[in-house]
């Protein structure tokens, strides 16, 4: 198993910052990749970047792509989300998960942390 863990989620003005965090645990070496996703209330839960686990490559939805940093710290497993130029519209719950290398899916997820942009 592999367990994650979200963190630094909050209130925040638009045009405002946050650092969000997901340390992984467990059987980490199961995971060949770390996403980030996120559902606002009343919509479907959507994709917002991820990271392979050895930090060399990384991917954004266009919505988030030029504001949003996705990176890995090696020496505690730990994967952040720096997002910048927060406007409400990226007011959501946030979820780390975990892709199995094997499986190709996102098998391991967080409990999610809230991020909410108010204008």
């Known amino acids: 198993q592999v367990q994650l863990v979200e963190s630094g989620g909050g209130l925040v003005q638009a045009g405002g910052s946050l650092r969000l965090s997901c340390a992984a645990s467990?059987?980490?070496?199961?995971?060949?990749?770390i996403g980030w996703f996120r559902q606002a209330p009343g919509k479907e839960r959507e994709f917002v970047a991820w990271?392979?686990?050895?930090?060399?490559?990384?991917y954004y939805a266009d919505s988030v792509k030029g504001r949003f940093t996705i990176s890995r710290e090696n020496t505690n497993n730990t994967v952040y989300l720096q997002m910048n130029s927060l406007q409400p519209e990226d007011t959501a719950i946030y979820y780390c998960?975990?892709?199995?290398?094997?499986?190709?899916?996102?098998?391991?997820w967080g409990q999610g942390t809230q991020v909410t942009v108010s204008s």
């Open positions: 990271i392979t686990w050895t930090g060399l490559s990384t």
């Open positions: 467990g059987r980490t070496s199961r995971a060949d990749r």
């Open positions: 998960a975990a892709r199995t290398s094997w499986t190709l899916t996102y098998d391991y």
